[in-house]
C-alpha cells in the first residue's frame, strides 16, 4: 500500500509541474542506476599511432581499379560493357602512372581507377610484364593528382619486420592489415607455365582485391606489391606474397620508357638442358653459350658458341661462370645478374674457354622476355 501511494503522489506532482524527489526504496534506484564506471579512453600506445599515422598518410596514393570487358548480347547481339574484375594499384610517379598487377587488367578490354577523394578515372594501359605480373596505367587526374607513394628498397629486409597491406579486399575499399615479414625469395606458379621469382611471403592478411596495392614498412615506404595469396579455400589462410620493390624499381620504368618488358642481354642463346650436359663433362657449373646472335654485344665482344665440325663432332663453345663477380649456375642466375643493369651497360663476363678462365666486356643490348 505505502509503494502505490509514493507512485501516486509523484504522478500526481507532475501533472501539476512540480518536481519531487522521493525517496524511493532502494530496489527503485538500482534500477535506474548504472553500476559500470565511465573510463575514459587512455593515449593510444606508439606503435597504434605510428599505424594510423602511416595510413592517413600513405592511402590517398593508393587507387581502386575496377575492370570491364564487352559481351555480345545473344538474343539482340548487342555489344555491353560489363564488370570484369577489381583490384588495388597505387600512384608511382607525378606523371599520373598507376601500378598493379598484370592479372588485374589482363583480358579487359577497360579499366577505370577510383581515387581516395571519390574521382574516378578511364585509365590508359601504358605497358606490362607477364613474367613480373607487373602493369603500369596512366591517369590524367590534372594538378590535383593524389601524391607518389614513398619508394624502398627490399634487398635488406628481414623475416620478422612489421609490414601493413592498403588495399580494396572483395571490392572494400581502402582497408589496412598488419603483419610481419614470414620469408623471403619464395617462388610461386603463376599459371600457363610460369613462374614468379623472389618474392616476399606475409601472414598481413591478403585477400582478393588486394591484388596490385602496396605492401609498406614501418617508416611508410613501398617494398613490394602484394600479388597472390596460397590458400586451398581461395579466401585468406596466413600466406600472401608481394613482388618485391626492386624489381618493381627495375621493371617499372621499362614499361613506361618502352610499353613492353625489355630484359638486358649479352646476345647469345643458352638451353639449361644441354648445358647441364656439356659442362657436367667440362665438370664445371656454369651456363654453357649455344649461339652468339650476329651483331650482338656478346659477338663484337669475341664470346664463343658451340662449335660443329664437318665430321659431326661438337666443339664446345664458352661456359660463363660469373658476371661481374657473380656467379651463375643456370640460366635464371644469368638473368637475375643481367636484370639489375640498363640497357647499353657493359659488363665483366667470366668464360671458361678449352680450360682456362678468361673475361669478356660486353655491352648490353636489348631482348624482349
Do not use: C
Request: charged content about 20%; cysteine-free.
Amino acid at each position: 500500500m505505502a509503494r502505490t501511494q509514493a507512485w501516486l503522489l509523484v504522478l500526481m506532482a507532475a501533472a501539476a509541474g512540480v518536481v519531487l524527489y522521493p525517496r524511493l526504496e532502494s530496489w527503485v534506484i538500482a534500477a535506474q542506476a548504472d553500476p559500470r564506471p565511465v573510463i575514459p579512453r587512455g593515449e593510444l600506445t606508439g606503435d597504434e599511432q605510428s599505424t594510423i599515422e602511416i595510413f592517413e598518410r600513405i592511402s590517398p596514393s593508393v587507387v581502386y581499379i575496377t575492370t570491364l570487358e564487352r559481351r555480345v548480347d545473344f538474343w539482340t547481339r548487342n555489344v555491353m560493357e560489363v564488370p570484369r574484375a577489381t583490384g588495388s594499384g597505387f600512384i608511382w610517379d607525378d606523371g599520373g602512372h598507376v601500378v598493379s598487377n598484370y592479372h588485374v587488367i589482363e583480358g579487359a578490354q577497360r579499366a577505370r581507377v577510383h581515387l581516395n577523394d571519390g574521382r574516378v578515372f578511364d585509365a590508359a594501359l601504358v605497358g606490362f610484364s607477364v613474367e613480373h605480373d607487373l602493369a603500369v596505367l596512366r591517369i590524367d587526374a590534372g594538378s590535383k593528382r593524389p601524391a607518389a607513394i614513398p619508394i624502398g628498397t627490399s634487398a635488406d629486409l628481414k623475416v620478422g619486420q612489421k609490414v601493413l597491406a592498403i588495399g580494396n579486399p572483395f571490392g572494400l575499399d581502402y582497408t589496412l592489415t598488419t603483419g610481419v615479414i614470414s620469408a623471403l625469395d619464395r617462388s610461386i606458379s603463376a599459371g600457363r607455365g610460369r613462374e614468379i621469382d623472389h618474392l616476399i611471403q606475409t601472414d598481413a592478411a591478403i585477400n582478393p582485391g588486394n591484388s596490385g596495392g602496396p605492401l609498406i614498412d614501418s617508416a611508410g615506404r613501398l617494398i613490394g606489391i602484394n600479388t597472390a595469396i596460397f590458400s586451398p579455400s581461395g579466401a585468406y589462410a596466413g600466406i600472401g606474397f608481394a613482388v618485391p620493390v626492386d624489381t618493381v624499381n627495375w621493371v617499372v620504368p621499362r614499361l613506361i620508357a618502352y610499353g613492353r618488358y625489355i630484359r638486358p642481354a649479352l646476345g647469345i642463346r643458352v638451353d639449361d638442358g644441354i648445358s647441364q650436359r656439356i659442362t657436367a663433362q667440362l665438370r664445371i657449373e656454369g651456363v654453357a653459350v649455344l649461339q652468339v646472335s650476329p651483331g650482338s654485344g656478346a659477338e663484337r665482344a669475341g664470346l664463343q658458341g658451340v662449335r660443329v665440325l664437318r665430321d659431326g663432332s661438337v666443339i664446345p663453345g664458352d661456359v660463363i661462370v660469373s658476371v661481374d663477380g657473380v656467379s651463375v649456375r643456370d640460366s635464371a642466375d644469368l638473368f637475375d645478374a643481367l636484370e639489375r643493369h640498363e640497357l647499353g651497360d657493359a659488363v665483366t663476363v667470366e668464360v671458361v674457354r678449352d680450360g682456362a678462365r678468361k673475361q669478356f666486356t660486353v655491352t648490353l643490348t636489348g631482348a624482349d622476355r
